[in-house]
């Protein structure tokens, strides 16, 4: 019988222990150590795209990642932290979502909410047996899989280059539909010298309205600061700019947001849940892997009857 991805959690950590292990490896080790059959290790899910357990030995590990037991040093790869070893050393059981939620990182993963969506994407928890309907059980999953994955989005970018998170920001305009991004934005974005302002993108086609942009790819726990607003909006009267996006990976404090809403100049604030809601709304730095169509019955096909 394949294992719950919960039960899983604590044999891919201790899989991780020692050295950086390609996750393929931990897939065919777990495999061999449960005894799995061969029919069970190539099981598909429902999709039939997709086997089972490396599935679920994918969600260990992204939860396990989550709660900052797990780490990936390079494509493919996952070490334990030196949280997770510590864990480790506690010769514990298990490890499931219950005693993942002791620790902070994991409980700002589960407490993501996304403003624009209804109720029942309000918990990216994992999916249990309950009383949700299917549909309602499809929309939970399909929240869930986008907030693991808007925050591995954002991780990957926190750790790339600076020249990285300029590419990313461009891409990211040019898909949401910005006339273009001209080429002295593609020189300037991401660096110094250009009176504060880190980029401009043409608001429609001709270039006949510009937007400034400024970029600071921060850690999760640097917030963007009042003063950081002021700067901007001071870079932005040097252009005589009256619009400006302030992109950051981190958060923005209180009193800068506070700071912006007061300003004579419009500044939008994209923070990094919304950078990473962004490049999954507009496929930036990930693809659709599959296609889901919920259908219902047509009553009007039927209403002669």
């Not at 897939?27 to 490396?54: C, N, V, Y």
């Not at 974005?189 to 401009?200: E, F, I, K, S, Y």
Request: glycine letters at 8%.
């Amino acid at each position: 019988m394949i294992p719950d991805y919960q039960a899983l959690m604590l044999p891919v950590l201790r899989f991780a222990k020692d050295r950086p292990i390609q996750a393929k490896e931990v897939i065919q080790g777990l495999a061999d150590e449960i005894g799995l059959t061969a029919e069970e290790r190539e099981q598909l899910l429902p999709s039939g795209r997709h086997r089972m357990f490396d599935n679920r030995v994918h969600w260990a590990k992204t939860y396990l990642k989550q709660a900052g037991l797990l780490s990936y040093p390079r494509r493919g790869f996952l070490v334990a932290t030196e949280a997770g070893q510590k864990v480790l050393s506690q010769r514990i059981d298990r490890i499931d979502v219950t005693f993942l939620k002791g620790f902070e990182a994991f409980r700002a993963f589960l407490e993501r909410r996304r403003a624009d969506q209804d109720d029942l994407a309000l918990a990216p928890e994992p999916i249990a047996a309950s009383a949700a309907t299917p549909d309602e059980t499809l929309r939970l999953a399909h929240a869930q899989i986008n907030s693991a994955l808007g925050a591995e989005l954002l991780e990957r970018v926190r750790n790339a280059s600076s020249e990285f998170f300029e590419h990313v920001i461009i891409a990211l305009l040019s898909a949401m539909g910005y006339g273009g991004v001209s080429p002295s934005a593609t020189q300037v974005l991401g660096r110094t010298g250009d009176d504060g302002v880190d980029g401009v993108v043409n608001q429609d086609a001709l270039g006949v309205d510009r937007i400034y942009v400024q970029a600071k790819r921060y850690g999760r726990r640097n917030s963007i600061s009042a003063g950081d607003i002021r700067d901007f909006f001071g870079a932005l009267n040097l252009k005589k700019a009256h619009k400006g996006i302030f992109f950051t990976t981190s958060s923005f404090s209180p009193s800068a947001m506070q700071t912006a809403s007061g300003l004579s100049v419009r500044i939008v604030l994209i923070d990094g849940e919304q950078l990473s809601n962004l490049m999954i709304q507009y496929g930036v730095g990930c693809r659709t892997e599959e296609t889901l169509h919920l259908k219902k019955i047509d009553d009007d096909f039927f209403e002669d009857i």
